[in-house]
């Protein structure tokens, strides 16, 4: 089964930026629609971007408020979730899970099945 790993969590000030990424394991990954969650201490996870198998088309979560842009590279099998302007509310684990098509609508009305591990993203004043 696929395999889904995640890298560049971390600190932050507010106000900086950070990049997240998430590799799928085999080829197979690029054939999917891709979303990036959030889940914050005391908090339900919470839906922040997706995007569909070519990235053409992107769908974004109250979360991300116009500051988060969710891309891919297909040919890295890597899908990307960069963050702007962060703030210390953007603190939480931050997870990529892979749809079970090809359109962004199957991550956020279905139910991903394959989840990266997490990555932790701090944002301190």
């Known amino acids: 089964q696929v395999q889904l790993v995640q890298s560049g969590g971390g600190v932050v000030q507010a106000g900086g930026s950070l990049r997240l990424s998430c590799t799928g394991s085999?080829?197979?990954?690029?054939?999917?629609?891709v979303g990036w969650f959030r889940q914050s201490s005391g908090k339900n996870r919470e839906f922040v971007a997706a995007i569909n198998w070519s990235g053409h088309s992107t769908y974004y979560g109250d979360s991300a408020n116009g500051r988060f842009t969710v891309s891919r590279e297909n040919a890295k099998n890597t899908v990307y979730l960069e963050m702007n302007n962060l703030k210390p509310d953007d603190t939480a684990v931050y997870l990529c899970?892979?749809?079970?098509?090809?359109?962004?609508?199957?991550?956020?009305?279905?139910?991903?099945?394959?989840w990266g591990q997490g990555t932790l993203v701090t944002v301190s004043l």
């Open positions: 085999d080829r197979t990954f690029s054939n999917y629609a």
């Open positions: 899970a892979r749809g079970s098509g090809t359109s962004w609508s199957d991550v956020v009305q279905g139910h991903p099945e394959v």
